[in-house]
């Protein structure tokens, strides 16, 4: 039987590793909010919509080409359930509980799937990466996985997002994703 000493203990260990988890979750917080600025505002006409709203799961946000570098500012790296929409100005993702996240048709750059992204792995090509630049500044931009429900709603959004970026083609530039990188 344990003695109350060493349940003591146990329970102040176990205090001392999420305060240590939360204070790295802020600091990485203010590291990428730095890297990241502000992030860009929905328009109030967004245009024709390309799709129906798609029923997902919003992952998380990494920088660009780094799967595993997830940038938490902006509550970027909190995941939550969430619609997705492609609309001529853009794509928007309503997430349940926290910040919505626009991304402007512009700022996209690439468009694909992927096995994975900080905060889920699913295997095959199973995640809808967006890589986009918000910050103008920021020459790497981000990768944004989104998990669509149902497997079909995958090709629908990659198919719309990727017709809304041949439509402002001579604006940019394209920045590979990780799924291209790798292939």
Same mark, same amino acid.
């Given at each position: 039987?344990?003695?109350?000493?060493?349940?003591?203990?146990?329970?102040?260990?176990?205090?001392?590793a999420l305060l240590g988890?939360?204070?790295?979750?802020?600091?990485?917080?203010?590291?990428?909010?730095?890297?990241?600025?502000?992030?860009?505002?929905?328009?109030a006409d967004l245009g024709?919509?390309?799709?129906?709203?798609?029923?997902?799961?919003?992952?998380?946000?990494?920088?660009?080409?780094?799967?595993?570098?997830?940038?938490?500012?902006?509550?970027?790296?909190?995941?939550?359930?969430?619609?997705?929409?492609?609309?001529?100005?853009?794509?928007?993702?309503? @997430?349940?509980?926290? =910040?919505?996240?626009?991304?402007?048709? *512009? !700022?996209? /750059?690439? &468009?694909?799937?992927?096995?994975?992204? $900080?905060?889920?792995?699913?295997?095959?090509?199973?995640?809808?990466?967006?890589?986009?630049?918000?910050?103008?500044?920021?020459? @790497?931009?981000?990768? =944004?996985?989104?998990?669509?429900?149902? *497997? !079909?709603? /995958?090709? &629908?959004?990659?198919?719309?997002?990727? $017709?809304?970026?041949?439509?402002?083609?001579?604006?940019?530039?394209?920045?590979?994703?990780?799924?291209?990188?790798?292939?």
């Open positions: 039987m344990p003695t109350p000493v060493s349940i003591t203990l146990l329970a102040l260990l176990l205090v001392l988890m939360r204070a790295g979750w802020r600091a990485r917080t203010r590291r990428t909010a730095d890297l990241v600025g502000a992030l860009p505002s929905a328009p024709s919509a390309r799709t129906e709203s798609v029923e997902a799961v919003y992952v998380s946000s990494t920088r660009a080409g780094d799967w595993l570098d997830r940038v938490t500012a902006h509550d970027l790296g909190e995941r939550s359930n969430a619609q997705v929409q492609v609309w001529d100005a853009g794509v928007t993702i309503a @997430r349940e509980g926290t =910040t919505d996240v626009f991304v402007p048709a *512009a !700022a996209l /750059r690439a &468009v694909g799937t992927a096995p994975g992204i $900080a905060g889920k792995v699913v295997g095959r090509d199973g995640i809808v990466l967006l890589t986009w630049q918000g910050d103008p500044s920021d020459e @790497r931009g981000l990768d =944004t996985g989104i998990h669509p429900r149902h *497997a !079909a709603d /995958r090709e &629908v959004l990659v198919d719309a997002v990727r $017709a809304l970026i041949d439509a402002t083609a001579g604006a940019h530039a394209p920045v590979p994703t990780q799924q291209e990188e790798t292939a």
